[in-house]
C-alpha cells in the first residue's frame, strides 16, 4: 500500500490529474456467421464520417453502431462487445444508447420493461421526489453515463477530439426535464469526457461494466461539494478517517464473459477509506442512523461490497464517507437501481418507524441504462 495519509478532501481541479489537491473538507437466438459479418460490416459503412474524428452531429450514426453492436451480441448469446485497446462494452449498454428517447410517447418501445405502464422513467422518478418532499428530505441523482459515451473511439476506433463531444443529446435532455421539476441532477458526463484521459487512469474499468475507483473518488468530491454548502452539514462534527491508495487486479464481469485465456485481468487503482488499526486500513461500515442515504444500483455496491464487486472499503459510500467526515446509509442492489432498490427503502423505513426522521439527503445513483434497460419504473411508496 502507498500513499497513506489522514486528510480530508480529494479534488481534481481540472482535466490535468495532475492538478490535484487534498484539503480538508468543511443490461437470443442462435449464431449465425453470416449475419455477425453482415451487421458489422453495416455498422462500420454507416458509421464513416466525412471527417476523421466523431462529433456532436453524429451522435445519430453512433446511436444506429450501437444498435447493430448491440444486436450482433445477441445472435451470439453475449453479453460483452470488444471494442479497441482491450475495451469491453456491455451489449445492453450499446443497446440503450441505440434506443433514443425514451420517456413520454417513445418510452414503450425504448424500454425493457415487462409492462407497458412501467416503461416510462419520468413518473415513476416524479412521484418519488414528491414523496420525499413531503418527508423533507432532498433527492439528488446521479445517473452513470455509459462507458461508450465517455470512451466512443475504443468502441469504434474513430479518432476523437479532446474532450469529444457529447453523443447523449437524450440524457441532456432528460436531465433538463428532470430539472424543471425541481428535481437535482449531478451529470456527470462533461467531467467524465475531460477527465477521460488523465494519467491516474480512466473513469471506468476497461474489462468491467461498472466505473473505475478514480471515477468514484471524482463523484464524491462532487457530492461534497453540493452537500457541504447545506445549512444541516454545519451542525455536524466531521471526523477525519485514513486513507491508502493501492493497485488491484480484478476479474471483470465483461472479461470473465469472453473467457479470453490471451488477455490478462485489468489492475486498476483504488483509494482504501477507514480507520488504520494494527498497520492497515480498516473499512468504514454504512451507517442506519446517518443523515444521508445512498441509494441504487451495483455502482453503488463495487469497490465496497468485496465478492464480485472486487474491493472492500473502496467504493462511492466509503469515498462519500472521506469527503463528508461520516458515514452514510447504504441501499444498493446488484440488480437494477430503478424500483427494487426504492423497494429496499420501503422496506426499511417499514421496519423501523422512526427511520426518516433525521434524514436529509437522498443520493440515487444508478447507471443511466436502467432509463431503459431495466424490468420497469413502478411507483413506490416511501412510508407506510
Not at 71 to 81: D, F, K, L, S
Not at 157 to 171: I, K, M, Q
Not at 321 to 335: D, Q, T
Request: with cysteine.
Amino acid at each position: 500500500m502507498n500513499n497513506v495519509e489522514t486528510k480530508h478532501r480529494f479534488k481534481i481541479s481540472g482535466p490535468d490529474s495532475a492538478n490535484m489537491t487534498r484539503h480538508n473538507h468543511r443490461r437470443d437466438s442462435g449464431f449465425s456467421p453470416i449475419g455477425f459479418v453482415c451487421r458489422s460490416l453495416l455498422a462500420i459503412l454507416i458509421w464513416i464520417p466525412c471527417a476523421a474524428s466523431l462529433q456532436a452531429k453524429d451522435d445519430a450514426g453512433f446511436r444506429t453502431v450501437c444498435g447493430d453492436r448491440a444486436a450482433a451480441a445477441a445472435e451470439t448469446g453475449t453479453m460483452t462487445v470488444p471494442g479497441e485497446d482491450g475495451w469491453l462494452f456491455l451489449a445492453r449498454e450499446l443497446r440503450h444508447i441505440a434506443a433514443g428517447k425514451f420517456w413520454g410517447e417513445d418510452a414503450v418501445e425504448a424500454s425493457q420493461a415487462t409492462r407497458a405502464q412501467d416503461a416510462d422513467p419520468l413518473p415513476a422518478i416524479l412521484d418519488f421526489k414528491e414523496q420525499l418532499d413531503e418527508l423533507d428530505i432532498e433527492l439528488i441523482i446521479v445517473p452513470v453515463p455509459p462507458k461508450a459515451i465517455i470512451y466512443p473511439d475504443k468502441l469504434t476506433g474513430h479518432d476523437v477530439a479532446e474532450p469529444p463531444a457529447r453523443l447523449d443529446p437524450f440524457h441532456a435532455e432528460f436531465y433538463e426535464e428532470l430539472r424543471s421539476h425541481g428535481i437535482e441532477v449531478l451529470d456527470l458526463t462533461d467531467d467524465f469526457l475531460q477527465l477521460r484521459c488523465t494519467d491516474k487512469g480512466p473513469m471506468y474499468a476497461k474489462q468491467d461494466s461498472h466505473w473505475s475507483g478514480i471515477a468514484c473518488n471524482f463523484t464524491s468530491e462532487r457530492l461534497s461539494e453540493i452537500i457541504t454548502q447545506r445549512a444541516w452539514y454545519n451542525e455536524i462534527e466531521p471526523a477525519e478517517f485514513d486513507f491508502e491508495t493501492s493497485p488491484v487486479e480484478i476479474s471483470g464481469d465483461l472479461w470473465l464473459a469472453i473467457q479470453d485465456e490471451h488477455t490478462g485481468r485489468e489492475e486498476l487503482s483504488l483509494r482504501f477509506v477507514g480507520k488504520r488499526e494494527d498497520g492497515r486500513i480498516s473499512p468504514i461500515q454504512p451507517d442506519r442512523n446517518s443523515p444521508v442515504i445512498l441509494l441504487g444500483d451495483s455502482h453503488t455496491l463495487v469497490y465496497h461490497a468485496g465478492s464480485d464487486m472486487h474491493a472492500t472499503g473502496a467504493g462511492l459510500a466509503d469515498q462519500l464517507a472521506l469527503e463528508l467526515g461520516f458515514p452514510v446509509e447504504l441501499i444498493g442492489v446488484r440488480g437494477s437501481g430503478a424500483t427494487p432498490a426504492r423497494i429496499n427503502l420501503f422496506r426499511r423505513g417499514r421496519a423501523n418507524p422512526n427511520y426518516f426522521n433525521d434524514k436529509k439527503l437522498i443520493i440515487w445513483c444508478f447507471s443511466a441504462r436502467e432509463f431503459t434497460e431495466s424490468d420497469g419504473w413502478r411507483k413506490v411508496p416511501v412510508t407506510r
